[in-house]
C-alpha cells in the first residue's frame, strides 16, 4: 500500500509485459480522500490525479495546482452538460466522453475557448444498462463522430463489471484501440491493474491501493 508500493509495483508489471519503463501513466485516483493524504502524495512528487466529480475537483484542485506546479487531474466519472465549461478549464484529460450530446458540447466549447483537454471515450465494456458508456458495437462510430467535430480524441476508457474477470474486457478494449488507430488505453483500478497492464493499459486509475480506503461516511 502507498505510492512508493503501487509504483514499484506498476514497474514490475510493465517489465513482465515487456513493456517499457515509464509506459504507464500512473492516475492516483483522490476522490473523497482527505487532503491530507492526497498532499502527502504531492509532497512525494506525484503530479497526475483523477477526480470523478467536478464539484469535488473544483473544490480542491485549483488550490493544490497552485502550491504544487505541474499537478494535473484527469476526469474519471460522468460529465453533465452543464458542467462541461467548467471541466474544460479544471481536467487535463476528460476520460469519460460517453454520448453525442457531450461530444457537440466539448467541440462548442473546444471552438470558443482554443483549447480542449485530451479526451478518451468511455467504452461500456460489459454492455450494463445501468452504466454510463458506448456500447462495443457503437465504438467506431462514435470514434468517427467525434473526431469529425475536431475533439482530440486519444484513446478509450473501461469500467469492467465487478462481478466478472477483468481480463476479456481488458483485452476488448485494447482491440477497439488498435483498429481505431488510438494509442491510450485507461484501464486498470487498485485491484487489477496490473492484469491491465498485461493487456496494454497506459493509464491506470489507482485510488485506495494509495490512498487507503475512502471514507464515504
Ligand atoms: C474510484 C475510481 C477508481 C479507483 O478505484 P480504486 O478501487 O480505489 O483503485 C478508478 N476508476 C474510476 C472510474 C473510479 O471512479
Redesign the pocket.
Known amino acids: 500500500m502507498g505510492l512508493t508500493d503501487i509504483t514499484a509495483r506498476v514497474a514490475k508489471a510493465e517489465a513482465a509485459a515487456g513493456r517499457a519503463p515509464g509506459s504507464v501513466q500512473l492516475i492516483a485516483?483522490s476522490?473523497v480522500q482527505p487532503d491530507a493524504r492526497v498532499e502527502a502524495v504531492l509532497d512525494q512528487g506525484h503530479r497526475l490525479f483523477?477526480e470523478?466529480k467536478v464539484q469535488e475537483a473544483a473544490g480542491k484542485w485549483p488550490d493544490f495546482q497552485q502550491r504544487f506546479p505541474g499537478a494535473q487531474v484527469h476526469l474519471?466519472?460522468p460529465l453533465q452538460t452543464n458542467k462541461a465549461r467548467q471541466a474544460m478549464t479544471l481536467f487535463s484529460a476528460i476520460q469519460t466522453l460517453d454520448r453525442p450530446k457531450l461530444a457537440s458540447t466539448l467541440a462548442r466549447l473546444a471552438q470558443e475557448l482554443g483549447h480542449c483537454p485530451q479526451i478518451f471515450v468511455q467504452v461500456n465494456t460489459g454492455e450494463e444498462p445501468q452504466k454510463a458508456g458506448i456500447l462495443p458495437a457503437e465504438t467506431d462510430a462514435f470514434i468517427a463522430e467525434a473526431r469529425a467535430l475536431d475533439l482530440p480524441v486519444t484513446g478509450l476508457m473501461c469500467?469492467p463489471p465487478v462481478d466478472e474477470a477483468p481480463g476479456p474486457h481488458f483485452a476488448h478494449l485494447a482491440r477497439l484501440a488498435e483498429r481505431n488507430g488510438l494509442a491510450d488505453l485507461s484501464m486498470g483500478?487498485?485491484?487489477d491493474f496490473e492484469e491491465a497492464i498485461t493487456h496494454g493499459a497506459t493509464h491506470i486509475?489507482?485510488?485506495?491501493?494509495i490512498f487507503g480506503e475512502?471514507d464515504y461516511g
Open positions: 485516483v476522490k483523477g470523478n474519471i466519472g469500467i483500478m487498485s485491484a486509475r489507482v485510488g485506495s491501493a475512502r
